[in-house]
């Protein structure tokens, strides 16, 4: 039972689409601002708006909007918790994932990580200077799977009692890993070779998927939360 002095964050499932939307939206419009300030119509007479729009800087307004989503998606899942039983934990560890996640965004954790690993002058890394991204994809992917793999029991349960929630964010997921590791290794290839049209290009998609997969996670998430909540009320 609730008590008066309980803070109680809802929503529908409407609210959720309509946010979606609205985020997608958002993304957009910053995507067409970089393509516009970048590609076609580049100049000193934009002043500083190519770098405010710039999604390659960690300085820049789709840098904090995407560090805001990772946070949310935080904040939606550490509110699940309570609620979760035997999803709790899980859901916890999501939760701090994603606020890992999110402070890495703003900070540039991934960035520090490779330009320590850089300064150590290791042999193995030198041969790699044209993917220097492998650093830290290779540590964060081996800690996702490892982190997947020891909680198989909870991805089953969700899987057999939430498979349309659980759908919308592996969706999200594979849009956010296409943008954030496929196109990072094309972006990184074209960067060696020029950077003109298809570069820019490339670092628009790029980046839009990324932003857009966390958005559709959200939405995954935020319904997972209808359902937990309705599991309980019944």
Known sequence: MNSADDFCFSYS????KSLLFILLGFEV???LGYILTHIIAPGPGWGPIPRFLDVDREVSVPTWFSSIQLFGVAVVLLMQ??????????L???????LFLSMDEAAGVHDSIRQSV????????????GVPFLVW???YGCIGVIGLLTNYRSILILWRNFRREVVWVAVGGAVFVAGGIGGEVLSGYLWRIAVDERF????????FLEMAGVSIMLYGFMLLGIRIQSEIST
């Open 92 to 98: 916890l560890l999501l939760g701090i994932g994603f």
């Open 118 to 129: 850089q300064r150590l002058e290791l042999r193995w890394f030198q041969r790699t200077q």
């Open 13 to 16: 499932a409407t609210n959720a």
């Open 200 to 207: 820019f290009l490339t670092v628009a998609a790029e980046e």
């Open 137 to 139: 994809m290779v540590l």
């Open 81 to 90: 918790v309570p609620r979760a039983k035997e999803l709790r934990f899980f």
């Open 29 to 31: 419009l910053l995507t």
